[in-house]
C-alpha cells in the first residue's frame, strides 16, 4: 500500500511497483495549489494506513511531515525527493523537473519495495529498467535543445519549469518576480517593471506559465508577451489526467524548440 503525495510521484509508484502495488495519490485534483492544500481526516487514515510513502520535500508539501508526526510508525517506509537530491528549504520546490529526481525516486522505492516483498524483486528489478529507459528519450531531447539554444534567455510567471529550464540551458530571468507569485505575495513594483520589460523589449525568448493558474497577473502578463510577439508555452505544476510521466515530459519539452523557430522566421 502507496501513498504519493503528488500523482506523478503515484504515477513513478506504479510504474515501478506493477500488479504488486496499489497507489493513491493526495494532490488527484489539477485545479488543487499545493501550496495551499489542507489535509482532511481521510488523508490522515490514508497515511497511517500505508507500508510507503512518497512525497516531494523542500517546503512543496509540509502538511506531509504533519501527518507523519501525528501517527508514527517504525515499519513505515518514508521516500522524501528532495533527501534524495539534496535539495533543502528554500530551493525551488518544484524537483520532479529536474533530471535527477525521478529516477532517484524510482531507484528508492525499488529497494524498498524489494526489501519487503523478496519474491517480486525480479518484476521490481525489471519495471525499474523499463522505467528508466523509458526516460532515455527525455534526456535526449533534453541534450538536443541544450546543444541548439542554450544560453537564449526566457522568462516564466512561476517557478514551475525552472529546474528544466536550466537542464535546457536556457538563461531564466525575473526569477524573484517568479518566487513572490508561487509564495502568493505581491511582487514589487521594480521586479514588475523588470518582468514587463524583459517582455516588451523582447529580451525574454520565451514566456513559461503555470497553465492550471489563471489570475489576472499571468492573464496580463501573456497579454504582453502576445503583444510582442513572444512565444508563450504552456507547463503544468501537476500530471494531467490521462498522461504518463513520459507523455507529460515529452509534450513540454517538444513545444521549446517550435517556440523558437517561430520566434526566428
Known amino acids: 500500500n502507496i501513498v504519493a503525495a503528488e500523482t506523478f510521484y503515484g504515477d513513478l509508484a506504479r510504474q515501478i511497483g506493477g500488479s504488486q502495488v496499489s497507489v493513491a495519490s493526495i494532490l488527484s485534483d489539477p485545479d488543487t ?9 481521510s488523508t490522515a487514515r490514508a ?8 512525497y516531494n520535500g523542500a517546503d512543496y508539501d509540509p502538511w506531509m511531515d504533519k501527518l507523519l508526526a501525528a501517527s508514527p510508525n517504525a515499519e513505515r517506509t ?9 535539495a533543502k528549504s528554500g530551493d525551488n520546490p ?4 529536474d533530471p535527477r529526481t525521478l529516477p532517484a525516486v524510482a531507484k528508492a522505492l525499488e529497494s524498498a519495495l524489494e526489501k519487503r516483498d523478496p519474491a517480486d524483486a525480479a518484476s521490481f528489478k ?6 528508466d529507459a523509458s526516460l532515455k528519450p527525455i534526456d535526449a531531447e533534453i541534450a538536443s535543445i541544450k546543444a541548439a539554444h542554450a544560453g537564449v534567455e526566457v522568462t516564466a510567471t512561476e517557478p514551475v519549469f525552472g529546474y528544466m529550464a536550466s ?8 526569477y524573484d518576480f517568479q518566487i513572490a507569485t508561487m509564495n502568493d505575495t505581491e511582487p514589487s513594483p521594480s ?16 514566456l513559461f506559465y503555470n497553465s492550471q493558474v489563471t489570475d489576472d497577473t499571468t492573464t496580463r502578463l501573456l497579454g504582453l508577451a502576445r503583444d510582442a510577439h513572444v512565444p508563450v508555452i504552456g507547463v503544468t505544476e501537476t500530471e494531467p489526467a490521462g ?16 517556440a523558437r523557430d517561430k520566434l526566428e522566421k
Not at 94 to 97: M, V
Not at 167 to 174: E, R
Request: a negative charge; aromatic letters at 10%; glycine letters at 6%.
Open 33 to 41: 495549489d499545493p501550496h495551499l492544500f489542507e489535509t482532511s481526516a
Open 47 to 54: 497515511v497511517s494506513d500505508a507500508a510507503i510513502i512518497i
Open 78 to 86: 518514508q521516500i522524501v525527493a528532495a533527501d534524495l537530491i539534496g
Open 94 to 97: 518544484h524537483l520532479w523537473y
Open 126 to 131: 525489471a519495471n525499474l529498467a523499463t522505467f
Open 167 to 174: 537542464a535546457l540551458g536556457l538563461d531564466m530571468l525575473n
Open 191 to 206: 521586479q514588475v517593471a523588470g518582468f514587463e520589460s524583459s517582455l516588451k523589449t523582447g529580451t525574454a525568448k520565451i
Open 243 to 258: 498522461k504518463t510521466i513520459q507523455s507529460w515530459f515529452t509534450g513540454q519539452l517538444q513545444q521549446v524548440p517550435s
